[in-house]
T-cell receptor, first 116, second 113 residues
């Protein structure tokens, strides 16, 4: 069974400092990995995804993520945090379909607090 | 504008009173799904559909029903709601599967008293 772990419920970072939100995964095949952001009272917005190719993926709002197959990780990063980045971040994995199975598993979310 | 639309956005209902949360997408997506979001549990998949008339259970299907009679619509039905179904619900869609980006609706807050 596939799974996603976000080990930190909350991450605090000072504005202007680099940020990292951690995600590890477990799948039986090749993973498709996603990061989403949720602002208060809103739906989830897509940030970036890894399908194949370059391990460093660049996405929206200056975010990037690094796929590490040996460590089964897909950490979200940004070189310089903004107060407006404060939100809830979700990592998700979609396993390579076998027989058309299309389950998507989300992590429990990490609240990012950027301190002015 | 490409979007996933779900209604109602907010609903308070009583135990046992059947309700339907509608979901519609205008992107001609084949894949649609429903999630519930609960504190500390993240998003959990309720049901998904890979195309018209093709649906399957997710992680937490108990107490829910779905149907996919048209490609654009994927309603979530609570036949006899109970208080433990109080949650924030999201409808989502993607073109097909695999690496396709998943698009979410704005969410429906459901309270069952």
């Amino acid at each position: 069974a596939q799974s996603v772990a976000q080990p930190e419920d909350q991450v605090n970072v000072a504005e202007g400092n680099p940020l990292t939100v951690k995600c590890t995964y477990s799948v039986s095949g090749n993973p498709y990995l996603f990061w989403y952001v949720q602002y208060p009272n809103r739906g989830l917005q897509f940030l970036l995804k890894y399908i194949t190719g370059d391990n460093l993926v660049k996405g929206s709002y200056g975010f990037e993520a690094e796929f590490n197959k040996s460590q089964t990780s897909f950490h979200l990063k940004k070189p310089s945090a903004l107060v407006s980045d404060s939100a809830l971040y979700f990592c998700a994995v979609r396993d390579f379909p076998s027989g058309g199975y299309q389950k998507v598993t989300f992590g429990t979310g990490t609240k990012l607090q950027v301190i002015p | 504008e490409a979007q996933v639309t779900q209604n109602p956005r907010y609903l308070i209902t009583v135990t046992g009173k059947k309700l339907t949360v509608t979901c519609s997408q205008n992107m001609n997506h084949e894949y649609m799904s429903w999630y519930r979001q609960d504190p500390g549990l993240g998003l959990r998949q309720i049901y998904y559909s890979m195309n018209v008339e093709v649906t399957d259970k997710g992680d937490v299907p108990e107490g829910y029903k779905v149907s996919r009679k048209e490609k654009r619509n994927f309603p979530l039905i609570l036949e006899s709601p109970s208080p433990n179904q109080t949650s924030l619900y999201f409808c989502a869609s993607s073109l097909r599967g695999q690496g396709d980006t998943i698009y979410f609706g704005e969410g429906s807050w459901l309270t069952v008293v």
